[in-house]
Nanobody, 110 residues
Framework: QVQPVESGGGLVQAGGSLKLSCEAS????????MAWFRQAPGKQREFVTQ??????AYADSVKGRFTISRDNARNAVYLQMTSLKAEDTAVYYC?????WGRGTQVTVSS
């Protein structure tokens, strides 16, 4: 079945940067909805950002710090995270249309 695969998670200090990658299952087009969600311990999974065609959207908590990009030719989507905060610590999930990846852990420490 369709399941994107995330990678790039790890430990980073507050204020640092990290880039996550998501390899889509099969080819993707501009019509493919690609999105990032995250879930911190004890919290509900929350929307982070999405890319639909050439349109992007961001949660208020990450605006100005996170950037989603996609490369349809490479069947991939990326999440560039900068100025990371402790509250960004979570498992980050990639969503390809209605299909979820298994997540990658991002831990921000000070």
């Amino acid at each position: 079945q369709v399941q994107p695969v995330e990678s790039g998670g790890g430990l980073v200090q507050a204020g640092g940067s990290l880039k996550l990658s998501c390899e889509a299952s099969g080819s993707i087009s501009s019509g493919t909805v690609m999105a990032w969600f995250r879930q911190a311990p004890g919290k509900q999974r929350e929307f982070v950002t999405q890319s639909i065609g050439y349109t992007t959207a961001y949660a208020d908590s990450v605006k100005g710090r996170f950037t989603i990009s996609r490369d349809n030719a490479r069947n991939a989507v990326y999440l560039q995270m900068t100025s990371l905060k402790a509250e960004d610590t979570a498992v980050y999930y990639c969503r390809q249309d209605m299909n979820w990846g298994r997540g990658t852990q991002v831990t921000v420490s000070s």
